[in-house]
């Protein structure tokens, strides 16, 4: 049996949120790493897994790899142009977040979560598929680049407050943060 034939995509269920929730973490990490001035790391709620599956504008497959399990997750959701005399109207597909579990990378998952998607936002009506990545993920990059994504904009950032006070504001929205997680637990 091929690698590809061991990969089953489908839509996520309610019990798949701990799998997810353990996924989303390897990102989580890795963008609180990237760009620790916008993330911080941190377990996600149950609730946010919940109020997900329940939003009927998203897309949430998961990819399900034997023996391993729960190995990769995207969410995406459909929107439109909005109304402007200076915007072509147009829909497209946004992936918000796909993740492949580490040890499961090279193996066709994400690919095939990306297919999946693709053809989800094309049967909406979509005429393109864009996403974010973050700088410095040379990885996901270089993944997408593969899969045919070309830049599409930038997105400049200049700090306003000197480096001592930028830590010290970040880590104030950590706490924070960490502070509204264990609120919603």
Not at 35 to 43: L, Q, R
Not at 61 to 74: H, Y
Not at 138 to 161: I, Q, T
Request: proline share 5%; with cysteine.
């Amino acid at each position: 049996m091929t690698a590809a034939a061991k990969i089953r995509v489908r839509r996520a269920r309610l019990e798949d949120g701990p799998a997810a929730a353990a996924l989303w973490r390897e990102i989580d990490d890795l963008h609180a790493a990237l760009a620790p001035g916008y993330f911080c790391a941190g377990a996600r709620a149950e609730s946010e897994w919940r109020a997900l599956l329940e939003d009927g504008t998203a897309l949430v497959l998961v990819a399900e790899a034997r023996p391993a399990g729960l190995a990769g997750l995207v969410v995406a959701r459909i929107y439109d142009t909005p109304e402007s005399p200076t915007m072509v109207p147009r829909r497209r597909g946004h992936v918000e977040s796909l993740v492949v579990a580490a040890g499961q990378r090279r193996r066709g998952l994400g690919r095939r979560l990306m297919d999946e998607t693709a053809a989800w936002a094309r049967a909406a009506g979509a005429v393109e598929l864009v996403l974010t990545i973050w700088a410095g993920n040379d990885g996901a990059e270089a993944f997408y680049a593969r899969l045919g994504y070309r830049p599409l904009s930038r997105v400049l950032a200049r700090s306003l407050v000197p480096p001592a006070d930028a830590d010290q504001a970040a880590a104030g929205g950590r706490r924070a943060a960490r502070a509204e997680r264990a609120h919603t637990r």
